[in-house]
């Protein structure tokens, strides 16, 4: 961005401050678009193709990857889109509410079974050895606890930034 210099010292001070924040203000919308476009890619591609040992898309039949792929894709593609889009209304509050969401049930389904034993019997069960078992692990799991797999938590730290991105650019 290119800012017009004018003679006086009130006026380049003022000036100056108006370019500064300016330039900051793009740079980090710049920034938030930029991240949610990076989740949204990231989990469709995650989603739909295998990349083993990464994720593992075998144990999955067609129709829950379309579903998975479907359902997250549209609802992540309208939070992308509505940072794109003039900064009010519908377009100010969604994203504003939608990535906590995304990023409670996160939480609800991957890190709260490695806190409750009881919790995570009921709530991923034998799904979780079944799909999830071979997948690359940051974390090794203790006590028998689940925890999420490589995937899903590089996806929950892009949740985290966005999230974070989202509020510090919308507010």
């Avoid at 001070?13 to 300016?22: A, N």
């Avoid at 974390?139 to 925890?147: A, E, I, S, T």
Wanted: with cysteine; charged share 15%.
């Amino acid at each position: 961005m290119n800012c017009i210099v004018f003679r006086g010292r009130g006026k380049l001070r003022w000036l100056w401050k108006i370019c500064f924040s300016l330039q900051h203000n793009m740079t980090l919308h710049g920034l938030t678009i930029g991240f949610a476009f990076l989740l949204l890619i990231y989990h469709q591609v995650t989603t739909m193709i295998s990349i083993f040992p990464w994720n593992d898309t075998s144990k999955y039949t067609k129709k829950e990857i379309i579903s998975e792929a479907g359902s997250n894709g549209l609802l992540m593609g309208i939070a992308a889109l509505c940072l794109l889009l003039p900064n009010k209304g519908f377009c100010h509050f969604y994203s504003l509410l939608y990535y906590p969401f995304l990023f409670a049930g996160e939480i609800f389904q991957w890190w709260l079974p490695n806190f409750s034993d009881k919790f995570s019997k009921f709530r991923l069960g034998d799904e979780y050895e079944i799909r999830f078992a071979r997948t690359t692990k940051i974390f090794k799991p203790r006590n028998g606890k689940q925890l999420p797999d490589a995937n899903h938590t590089l996806l929950h730290v892009i949740t985290v930034i966005t999230l974070i991105l989202v509020f510090v650019d919308r507010i």
